[in-house]
T-cell receptor, first 113, second 111 residues
Framework: GAGVSQSPSNKVTEKGKDVELRCDPI?????LYWYRQSLGQGLEFLIY????????KSGLPSDRFSAERTGGSVSTLTIQRTQQEDSAVYLC???????????FGQGTRLTVV | KQEVTQIPAALSVPEGENLVLNCSFT??????LQWFRQDPGKGLTSLLL???SQREQTSGRLNASLDKSSGRSTLYIAASQPGDSATYLC??????????WGAGTKLIIKP
């Protein structure tokens, strides 16, 4: 596709379960970001991948959160043992390079019940 | 530490008016500044990107300016329409290539 694609668009999960969120960046984009946005709040940085460099994980809120980017393309954000406070919209963005224009996906709305 | 502030937090104007949204940042060492809009329950749509060496960018009824030395950017919307109603976010790309976000301006255009 032409844009950043995220799946699923909505996910409802029970507290304590693990979830995986997927992001397909725009083809050729070397930079990939994950953010989350809680209801009525601003964007919270989670993790940043740039090419083959070690990712910037400084925004991950706990060790229950992890992310991978395979082959420099698709990224998966994994949340283990989900808690209700993990409920938010998880947004992924990609850029052609490190300091270039960012394009966002439509997000995954995660609800932990 | 870079901080980004957007003023006002909310704005409601009648249709047809021209308006200005403000964004300020504390550290002038930026790569670029990007304006986005976010519709309720949706992702972010990129509106304009201004590189640090540029002064302004235009797209249709939108014009964004950048004064890096004073740490300010404005988004000018001409002849506003109800479809412009959204939350407008500005983000600066800092020296670590991170996007640093403002809290947004919620804009309502009244028909």
């Amino acid at each position: 596709g032409a844009g950043v694609s995220q799946s699923p668009s909505n996910k409802v999960t029970e507290k304590g379960k693990d979830v995986e969120l997927r992001c397909d960046p725009i083809s050729g984009h070397t930079a990939l970001y994950w953010y989350r946005q809680s209801l009525g709040q601003g964007l919270e940085f989670l993790i940043y991948f740039q090419g083959n460099s070690a990712p910037d994980k400084s925004g991950l809120p706990s060790d229950r959160f992890s992310a991978e980017r395979t082959g420099g393309s698709v990224s998966t954000l994994t949340i283990q043992r989900t808690q209700q406070e993990d409920s938010a919209v998880y947004l992924c963005a990609s850029s052609p390079g490190a300091g270039t224009e960012a394009f966002f996906g439509q997000g995954t709305r995660l609800t932990v019940v | 530490k870079q901080e980004v502030t957007q003023i006002p937090a909310a704005l409601s104007v009648p249709e047809g008016e021209n308006l200005v949204l403000n964004c300020s940042f504390t550290d002038s060492a930026i790569y670029n500044l990007q304006w986005f809009r976010q519709d309720p329950g949706k992702g972010l749509t990129s509106l304009l990107l201004i590189q640090s060496s540029q002064r302004e960018q235009t797209s249709g009824r939108l014009n964004a300016s950048l004064d890096k030395s004073s740490g300010r950017s404005t988004l000018y919307i001409a002849a506003s329409q109800p479809g412009d109603s959204a939350t407008y976010l500005c983000a600066v790309r800092d020296s670590n290539y991170q996007l640093i976000w403002g809290a947004g301006t919620k804009l309502i255009i009244k028909p």
